[in-house]
């Protein structure tokens, strides 16, 4: 029998509904949750306890090894990009453990979709939250008030809080999370042109080596990255000071999310490489396979991403 859950945080009302969905008998939950769902109020002791990961960015899980490894296990079955960051004791006398999870794009738009089930939700809810809370608000009511203008509110949603934010900083910045859950060093640069679903910048560099292409940085170089709201790709082109294009660089990713600073997405280890002149190829397939074998993604997020790598690279091998 499903434990007693406690369920706070901005994914409350989603995960609330997928847990009762599932079984789950939910305690200490807000004044809002149980109207919202109908439920008693119960302040039992939970057996586990959901909480915002400190970015917002996803969830941790706290309770006993059997029912986070649970719980873990429904979550990466209904989000398929929810990713196990990091497993680790708690000192208490239960022996509990923290499962921190993160939920990239394919996660977050899943459970916009099961709130928008229980209540007036916008596109890009989870994201926007996230961003401008007060915002997404105002503009929430505007939606209960006039549902049939979903459409039209979605899109001055996303122009308003992230779009035009972005632009006008003119700099775009990519917030690269590894599995890990420790993020890359940002790779900054200028934004050369956008609209509302591609942003292509430029950037600089001083020494060391291209990732993957196995090629010096040059005095003069310079690269182009192009972003791809809602892509599995991102791609970046290495040009020489005359201009000339040395590699390409296409990193698999879970499908990418603008913020107002440019975009975030979690690297899946294998990538797609062509140095000029060359055919392109797969690269580092083992890691994405290391990283289901280890349960921090699911198999369905292993197969969908090595799919993205297999469809470039026909494409690629067609040009």
């Known amino acids: 029998m499903p434990p ?67 719980f873990l296990t429904f979550l990466q079955e209904n989000l398929l990009d929810a990713t196990l960051l990091e497993l680790q ?17 394919v996660s977050k738009s899943k459970l916009d979709e099961v709130r928008s089930t229980v209540c007036p939700t916008l596109s890009r809810h989870h994201r926007l939250r996230i961003i401008d809370g007060n ?14 203008k979903k459409d039209g509110l979605d899109w001055q949603a996303f122009r308003e809080i992230i779009l035009l934010p972005l632009e006008k900083s003119g700099l775009f910045k990519l917030e690269h999370i590894r599995p890990s859950g420790k993020p890359m060093r940002p790779r900054q640069g200028v934004i050369l042109d956008s609209d509302a679903h591609k942003m292509v910048f430029h950037r600089s560099f001083s020494e060391g080596r291209y990732d993957g292409l ?4 040059e005095r003069g170089d310079y690269g182009l990255t192009e972003v791809k709201e809602g892509s599995w790709i991102v791609k970046h082109s290495y040009y020489s000071m005359e201009k000339e294009l040395k590699g390409t660089y296409y990193n698999i990713n879970t499908p990418v999310e ?11 280890e ?3 490489i062509c140095r000029s002149g060359e055919k392109p190829i797969l690269i580092d397939e083992e890691k994405l396979a290391i990283l289901a074998k280890e349960g921090r993604i699911s198999k369905a997020l292993q197969s969908s991403a090595l799919q993205a790598a297999e469809e470039l690279l026909r494409s690629l091998k067609c040009l």
């Open 4 to 70: 007693r859950i406690k369920i706070r945080g901005i994914y409350s009302t989603a995960l609330t509904k997928l847990a009762l969905d599932r079984g789950y008998t939910l305690v200490g939950s807000s004044s809002d949750i149980r109207e919202r769902f109908g439920l008693p109020l119960d302040e039992a002791p939970p057996a586990m306890v959901i909480n915002d990961k400190e970015d917002r960015q996803g969830v941790e899980l706290t309770g006993e090894p059997e029912r986070v490894t649970q």
């Open 89 to 105: 004791s708690v000192e208490s006398p239960e022996s509990l453990v923290k499962a921190t999870v993160e939920f990239p794009g």
């Open 135 to 148: 915002g997404l608000e105002q503009l929430e009511k505007s939606l209960a008030k006039n549902p049939d």
């Open 214 to 217: 196995d090629l010096p940085i």
């Open 258 to 268: 603008f913020y107002p600073y440019g975009a975030r997405y979690l690297d899946l």
């Open 270 to 272: 294998i990538d797609v």
